[in-house]
């Protein structure tokens, strides 16, 4: 029903920045929230960040997971059908491989593995000197 794209990953320095993009390719009706998850190697896969869809009832509404809050800002642009994840000020903690995830409706109060519909491939993102 949905496809997911996701690219933008990469090494960068401690302090730096990078910009994920994640493209969706919808293929039946209805309306769908764009999430952002990331797993470090032999940790759980965790919820990073969650925006609602242009059509959706509670269109621009947004979540952050406290690691992100105040570092990493979630957008989209409609006319190219992608979401962003720009991502400052990163730590060494953010090195992990991250995914853009689907889920029907509005964003979740809480991001769980449970909601989501489909799944990209993942991006590395490595943050070291």
């Known amino acids: 029903q949905v496809q997911l794209a996701e690219s933008g990953g990469g090494l960068v320095q401690p302090g730096g920045s990078l910009r994920l993009s994640c493209v969706v390719t919808k293929f039946a009706s209805g309306y769908h929230s764009i999430a952002w998850f990331r797993q470090a190697p032999g940790k759980e896969r965790e919820g990073v960040s969650c925006?609602?869809?242009?059509?959706?009832?509670?269109?621009?509404?947004?979540y952050y997971a406290d690691s992100a809050k105040g570092r990493f800002t979630i957008s989209r642009d409609n006319a190219k059908n992608t979401v962003y994840l720009q991502m400052n000020s990163l730590k060494p903690e953010d090195t992990a491989v991250y995914y853009c995830?689907?889920?029907?409706?509005?964003?979740?109060?809480?991001?769980?593995?449970?909601?989501?519909?489909?799944w990209g491939q993942g991006t590395l993102v490595t943050v070291s000197l």
């Open positions: 925006i609602s869809s242009s059509d959706g009832t509670l269109d621009g509404t947004t």
């Open positions: 995830a689907s889920k029907r409706g509005v964003c979740p109060m809480q991001l769980h593995r449970r909601y989501i519909d489909n």
